[in-house]
Nanobody, 120 residues
Framework: QVQLVESGGGVVQAGGSLRLSCTAS????????MGWYRQAPGKQRELVAS???????LYTDSVKGRFTLSRDNGKRAAYLEMNSLQPDDTAVYYC??????????????WGQGTLVTVSS
């Protein structure tokens, strides 16, 4: 079974930091892109950061300079280092990946979500 497993959410005070981790498992031949989305209460899911196989990373404007996405291709993992967290960052964070499965079929994967709560 191909899946993404996340960890690292929690409660933090404004100005604090958290690190999210995501690992892909199962029959995966390659990972095209890997990153994070988030969904705040009453809002649509939005891209936070994503990196493709060329190493190009895209960040949403509101997190630039505060969040850093990194990948470990050997571990099939992605990490989101979040600094200077603000209450507006409160959301469920979802790991996302586009991968080629065992038959070179293209799959879009989502993690189960991890809650990040930033208190003021």
């Amino acid at each position: 079974q191909v899946q993404l497993v996340e960890s690292g959410g929690g409660v933090v005070q404004a100005g604090g930091s958290l690190r999210l981790s995501c690992t892909a498992s199962g029959s995966i031949l390659s990972i095209n892109a890997m990153g994070w989305y988030r969904q705040a209460p009453g809002k649509q899911r939005e891209l936070v950061a994503s990196e493709n196989t060329g190493g190009n990373t895209l960040y949403t404007d509101s997190v630039k300079g505060r969040f850093t996405l990194s990948r470990d291709n050997g571990k099939r993992a992605a990490y989101l280092e979040m600094n200077s967290l603000q209450p507006d960052d409160t959301a469920v964070y979802y790991c996302h990946a586009e991968v080629h499965g065992s038959g070179w079929n293209l799959l879009e994967l989502w993690g189960q979500g991890t809650l990040v709560t930033v208190s003021s």
